[in-house]
């Protein structure tokens, strides 16, 4: 009898725990959290666990508790998939993620078939959301729409200049590269250069001097901030005097630090700074306070759990297809970046994209404005 008793307690307490476990919304952060982009991986990951803190301090989703999943894809589409595939045996049911696009795509192949929802708050390929999967959506914008931004830019302030094209070979940086090109080409202007680096160079002495005999005016770099800083540095010790200009890829305080005062005068595209939107004014203070500071990304991630969240309780449920068919109807949702809408591709209604300058501010230090 007593045998009997304890095996029945035993058995209530194991249930009891496996639905504690059962009751945690996992959802996975995936991103480089290590390597040479790990300062993006680092926004996208406290971005995220900022919004699970604040969402279940006010009672989770559907009254479950939201549980983090972290996954280092060092930027490389390999380890995406095999974070994509480690995510499914977790049980992870929503995905903030990844950084690239190069990782982003094929990851979200690995998640459709699995049930999984995907929101990248910083893949901008167009291949992302154009293969009709259903679970596949973006907190920002397009490289179509960032690149006939920086085209136009171009045509308008460089329309006597040569201009040089120069690409990292990456899904994002090729592509980001070429939509600046073809929108500035239909503007009748024509680089004089296009040519690819490869990611992880150091040495970029020959392109430079390419580029300055060719008379170089302005130089558009389609790829990450660590490569865009050496060249930077490179361009002004050879005497190029020529502005560089790219995309949302170099939105990172560690530019300056990499290209030193050559960062002075680049150019940038990049939506408006979500800081400075009054939604995110006290998610802003906090992590101030928590000596972290919410540049590029990192309200881009905020942004894409309170979607998750409020999508859900659009939906009355946390099962992930019902919560993707709730994103795309019951729009827009309030986010620390603004009322964030989605079309039927999972690309948002409301793509903005503005130019910036790198220079000094107040403080004495390198730092990206609006223009």
Known sequence: MKKSLLSAVALTAVMAFSGSAWADVLVGIGGPLTGPNAAFGAQLQKGAEQAAADINAAGGINGEKIKIVLGDDVSDPKQGVSVANKFVADGVKFVVGHFNSSVSIPASEVYAENGIVQITPASTNPKFTERGLWNTFRTCGRDDQQGAVAGEYIAAKFKTAKVAVVHDKTTY?????????????????????????????KDFSALVSKMKEAGVGIVYFGGLHTEAGLLMRQMADQGLKAPLMSGDGITSNELASIAGDAVN????????????????????????????????????????????????????????????????????????????????????????YVMYEWKKGADGKYSYFQM
Do not use: C, H
């Not at 592509?175 to 503007?187: Q, S, V, W």
């Not at 009054?278 to 309170?306: G, H, M, W």
């Open 173 to 201: 940086g090729q592509g980001l590269a070429d939509e600046t090109k073809k929108a500035m080409n239909k503007l009748g202007i024509k680089e004089v250069i296009y040519e690819g680096i490869t990611v992880g160079d």
């Open 265 to 352: 005068g680049t150019l940038m595209t990049f939506p408006p700074d979500p800081r400075t939107n009054p939604n995110a004014k006290d998610i802003v203070a906090k992590f101030r306070a928590a000596n972290f500071e919410p540049e590029a990304y990192t309200l881009y991630s905020y942004a894409a759990l309170q979607i998750f969240a409020d999508a859900a309780k659009a939906a009355g449920s946390n099962d992930p297809t019902k919560v993707a068919e709730a994103m795309k109807a019951k729009g827009p949702f309030k986010t620390a970046i603004g009322d964030i809408g989605f079309d039927a591709k999972g690309d948002i209604t409301r793509p903005d």
